[in-house]
């Protein structure tokens, strides 16, 4: 079974500068997808950025970008000029590509911005 | 638009009332979710629903029954439940079933078992 690990239960940062998020999974397969959601006080869940498997470039997504390592199965998050809207509780999530529907999440890294 | 909306948004409740949460999206989704997340705990999958059918159970007690009567529409009828049951129901979906597709979350609705 895969196994999502974040090994970092809670970070903070200095709004305006940069954090980057680890997260590394477990799996044999070659073909999945890679997702950072963060859940912000609110509650809902919401898609920061995605990665395909199958992709060597790395996404980003205006402030957000991930370093993915397909060999060392690590997909890090790193946000830039941090906002006080970034804090959150940040997920890591794997899906398999091979058919099954569901997510499987990281234990989640809660991000605090100061001021 | 990737609006999922869910109702109520908190809901109280005793072991021997029935109740039901309710999902909806106008997205054109074909595929809906249900998890289940406990205090500080990522969400657990529940319930896959693709096309209007069960797709995916992940085991989970009979008390909690869903349904889903349109493609825009995902109900969990809840029945007899325990005090560990209290937790944040959040609803999810998908244009479809297929892996690459993200999934986009309802606010959830957060439940308490007395």
């Known amino acids: 079974a895969q196994t999502v690990t974040q090994s970092q239960p809670e970070m903070s940062v200095q709004e305006a500068e940069t954090v980057t998020l680890s997260c590394t999974y477990d799996?044999?397969?070659?073909?999945?997808?890679l997702f950072w959601y963060k859940q912000p006080p609110s509650r809902q869940m919401i898609l920061v950025i995605r990665q395909e498997a199958y992709k060597q470039q790395n996404a980003t997504e205006n402030r957000f970008s991930v370093n993915f390592q397909k060999a060392a199965k690590s997909f890090s998050l790193k946000i830039s000029d941090s906002q006080l809207g970034d804090a959150a509780m940040y997920f890591c999530?794997?899906?398999?590509?091979?058919?099954?529907?569901?997510?499987?999440f990281g234990q989640g890294t809660r991000l605090t911005i100061n001021p | 638009d990737t609006e999922v909306t869910q109702t109520p948004k908190h809901l109280v409740m005793g072991m021997t009332n029935k109740k039901s949460l309710k999902c909806e999206q106008h997205?054109?989704?074909?595929?809906m979710y249900w998890y289940k997340q406990k205090a500080k705990k990522p969400p657990e999958l529940m319930f896959v629903y693709s096309y209007e059918k069960l797709s995916i159970n992940e085991s989970v007690p009979s008390r909690f029954s869903p349904e889903c009567p349109n493609s825009s529409l995902l109900n969990l009828h809840l029945h007899a439940l325990q005090p560990e049951d209290s937790a944040l129901y959040l609803c999810a979906s998908s244009q479809g079933p297929n892996p690459q597709e993200t999934q986009y979350f309802g606010p959830g609705t957060r439940l308490l078992v007395l």
């Open positions: 999530a794997y899906r398999s590509g091979q058919g099954a529907q569901k997510l499987v």
């Open positions: 997205m054109g989704h074909r595929a």
């Open positions: 799996t044999s397969e070659s073909d999945y997808y």
